[in-house]
Nanobody, 117 residues
Framework: QVQPVESGGGLVQAGGSLRLSCVVS????????MGWFRQAPGKQRELVAS???????NFAASVKGRFTISRDNTKKTVYLQMNSLRPEDTAVYYC???????????WGQGTQVTVSS
């Protein structure tokens, strides 16, 4: 069973940086795509960054140039480096696994990111 555990969130001032980590249990990590999602209060969950099993990346327009996504298959971990943070980046951040042409239905606890102005 694939279970993500996110960490690294916190409170940061605008312009600051955070690095999120997500450790994923299970045996398919190295052959799966991975993504970081976020959900702000009163808003729908949105995909902000993704990385394929081969390392190709994509980003939402709102974070392009500020966020980077990377993975370490030996540690079954995906990272989200967030720079130049803005108050509108405030949300709970989740990671998820993309396999067999779909995102998994299971979500972890997420990690809270709060950016103060």
């Amino acid at each position: 069973q694939v279970q993500p555990v996110e960490s690294g969130g916190g409170l940061v001032q605008a312009g600051g940086s955070l690095r999120l980590s997500c450790v994923v249990s299970g045996s398919i990590f190295s052959i799966s795509g991975m993504g970081w999602f976020r959900q702000a209060p009163g808003k729908q969950r949105e995909l902000v960054a993704s990385i394929t099993s081969s390392g190709s990346t994509n980003f939402a327009a709102s974070v392009k140039g500020r966020f980077t996504i990377s993975r370490d298959n030996t540690k079954k971990t995906v990272y989200l480096q967030m720079n130049s943070l803005r108050p509108e980046d405030t949300a709970v951040y989740y990671c998820n696994t993309y396999y067999n042409d779909r995102w998994f239905d299971y979500w972890g606890q997420g990690t809270q990111v709060t950016v103060s102005s």
